[in-house]
Structure formats: structure tokens, C-alpha cells
T-cell receptor
Framework: KQEVTQIPAALSVPEGENLVLNCSFT??????LQWFRQDPGKGLTSLLL???SQREQTSGRLNASLDKSSGRSTLYIAASQPGDSATYLC??????????WGAGTKLIIKP | DGGITQSPKYLFRKEGQNVTLSCEQN?????MYWYRQDPGQGLRLIYY???????QKGDIAEGYSVSREKKESFPLTVTSAQKNPTAFYLC?????????????FGSGTRLTVV
């Protein structure tokens, strides 16, 4: 059964730094992988979606990569800002079109 | 603007009560989902529906019930059989199969047992 892990659970970095969030999955038969952002007490906002045939997707300062062979996805955030502070979740879609979720990485950007 | 509306934002339940969480979408999405979120854990799927008048159990369906009488609406009832209902509940929708379109989430309902 697919399992998704996000390490670390929390990360604090100074404003302006580039950073990478990690997501690993156990089954390479993944349909797609999605990254979401969640602000405290709020719902989820979709950031990037990578299809299984793709290697990466970019949106503004965000770049997400997918390496199925190693079971890893990364979310790269360039020039971090305090407004980027949130919890970031990744989710892999299995062959039954169901999302399997990581527990998230809580990111704090210090001004 | 299209989106998903969850209500209420906060809900308090007494022991032995059933409560119903509302989820409405105007995105014309076929599929709708209910997730439960607990601290330090990934989202867990409670129920999902791919089409009107049909729904399937997710990983943690015990103590919950749903209905899908209209495409736009997918209410979740937390019954008295759910022994630990305090959690954050999220509703989502998607074009089924997603085909790369992704999911849209509501803003959530926080349920607390008092």
C-alpha cells in the first residue's frame, strides 16, 4: 500500500533563503503527485500538480520535481518570504485515483 | 466565483448527538470527498462520491454517513457511533477522474465534542 512521508515535520528559515521541502513515497506506480498549502485553521490550496510522465512543474517562485524511480518529490521555494509561512502537504494519487497524504511540513519564514 | 463552501466553520457536539456538516460546490465537479485531519497526521479519507446517488467508504468510514442526492451537495453526518469525532473536517471536489485537474478544497469545519 502506498505510503507518503514528509520530513522534516517543521522547518524554520530566515527570509530570503531558498529552501527545499521533501516528500517520499513507497510505490512508484503513482498517477500524479500534488503539493498543497494549508494556512492555520484553513482549507488546502493546490500549488502544483505533476503527472507521472512529467519531471517538474513551476509556478512563480515554486518548483516541484518528481522522481518516480527514487520515490521522491521536492518542492523548491525561491527567495522565501514571511507570507510563505504555512504547512505544505504532498499527496500521491494511486491507481484507484485516491490521494495518499503526507503529514505535512510546517514552514516558518523568519523576517 | 466557483468554489466549495463548508458550513459551519465551528461545530460543537454533545456526547450521543448526531451532527451534520454541510458541503456545497458550484464547480460542476462530479466527484466529492470528505477528509478528516488530526494533528501530526496526513488527511484520511472518510467517504467519497463519484456520481449522484452513489458513494463509497474511505479508510475511516465507521461512525460516519453521507448522502449525494444532488451533484452540488455532499453532507457528512457524524453519528454517536464515532467515538473520537473531535477533528478538522475537509470537503473537496474534483473532475473524475481528475485527469490532472487536481482537487479543490473547502475551508473546513472544526468539530469539537463538549
Amino acid at each position: 500500500k502506498q505510503e507518503v512521508t514528509q520530513i522534516p515535520a517543521a522547518l524554520s528559515v530566515p527570509e530570503g533563503e531558498n529552501l527545499v521541502l521533501n516528500c517520499s513515497f513507497t510505490d512508484s506506480a503513482i498517477y500524479n503527485l500534488q503539493w498543497f498549502r494549508q494556512d492555520p485553521g484553513k482549507g488546502l490550496t493546490s500549488l502544483l500538480l505533476i503527472q507521472s510522465s512529467q519531471r517538474e512543474q513551476t509556478s512563480g517562485r515554486l518548483n516541484a520535481s518528481l522522481d518516480k524511480s527514487s520515490g521522491r518529490s521536492t518542492l523548491y521555494i525561491a527567495a522565501s518570504q514571511p507570507g510563505d509561512s504555512a504547512t505544505y502537504l504532498c499527496a500521491g494519487m494511486d491507481s484507484n485515483y485516491q490521494l495518499i497524504w503526507g503529514a505535512g511540513t510546517k514552514l516558518i519564514i523568519k523576517p | 466565483d466557483g468554489g466549495i463552501t463548508q458550513s459551519p466553520k465551528y461545530l460543537f457536539r454533545k456526547e450521543g448527538q448526531n451532527v451534520t456538516l454541510s458541503c456545497e460546490q458550484n464547480l460542476n465537479h462530479d466527484a466529492m470527498y470528505w477528509y478528516r485531519q488530526d494533528p501530526g497526521q496526513g488527511l484520511r479519507l472518510i467517504y467519497y462520491s463519484q456520481i449522484v446517488n452513489d458513494f463509497q467508504k474511505g479508510d475511516i468510514a465507521e461512525g460516519y454517513s453521507v448522502s449525494r442526492e444532488k451533484k452540488e451537495s455532499f453532507p457528512l453526518t457524524v453519528t454517536s457511533a464515532q467515538k473520537n469525532p473531535t477533528a478538522f473536517y475537509l470537503c473537496a471536489s474534483s473532475i473524475f477522474p481528475t485527469g490532472g485537474r487536481g482537487y479543490t478544497f473547502g475551508s473546513g469545519t472544526r468539530l469539537t465534542v463538549v
